[in-house]
């Protein structure tokens, strides 16, 4: 049980995707121009990332390894995330039009978030069991929710700052981003997992 607190600790802060492993950046700038449409990618990434965490575990183990088929890794990874986020995208679709407009082409892309993908693959990389390999997924989707709602929230105040204009739009977008992941950085080392 410790260790999993500790995998849920270290997933969230310390080995945050966008700010420390620097994945999944493109949803990261594209989605955070509100704080509404962030949590809604949020929420989307949290499912997909937890439930591919689940499934991909159960292909790697059950399938790929005993028919020594681990070089198929990656494409049978690739499919598990897209057929879940083309059910999350059918869900989103029906619950909130709203919400499945505003994230637009973000939302079928979290098929190639790397973020995804390289959860599911450092799973296995780390040699983390099945509810070690779920609570890493979720872990670093609650990290990449954190992330994309603290920079919608720091982006909606630089929309109403006195900036030069060579910097407004997406170059402030970049140097916020920039001193945001130092200031994770500072996590680093807090924890060994």
């Known amino acids: 049980m410790t260790n999993v607190l500790l995998i ?33 990618m949020g929420v989307a990434v949290t499912f997909v990332m ?13 399938i790929l390894t005993p028919l020594h088929l681990e070089y198929l890794q990656t494409i049978a990874f690739i499919l598990v995330i897209a057929t879940l986020v083309q059910l999350v995208e059918m869900i989103i679709k029906k619950v909130s039009p709203t919400l499945y407009n505003a994230l637009g082409v973000y939302l079928p892309l979290i098929t190639t978030n790397c973020a995804v993908l390289g959860a599911a693959l450092l799973n296995i990389q780390n040699g983390y069991n099945f509810i070690e390999s779920v609570a890493f997924g979720v872990a670093g989707a609650l990290g990449f929710t954190l992330a994309i709602i603290l920079f919608a929230g720091v982006r909606d105040k630089l929309r109403i700052s006195a900036i030069p204009e060579a910097m407004q739009g997406f170059p402030i977008a970049l140097v916020t981003a ?3 992941s130092i200031a994770f950085l500072g996590f680093s080392g807090m924890l060994n997992v």
């Open 50 to 62: 937890a439930m591919a965490s689940a499934i991909t575990y159960v292909v790697q183990y059950a």
């Open 178 to 180: 920039g001193l945001m």
């Open 8 to 40: 849920l600790v270290s997933g969230i802060f310390v080995q945050n995707f966008i700010f420390s492993r620097f994945l999944g950046i493109c949803p990261f700038l594209g989605v955070s121009k509100s704080i509404p449409t962030a949590v809604g």
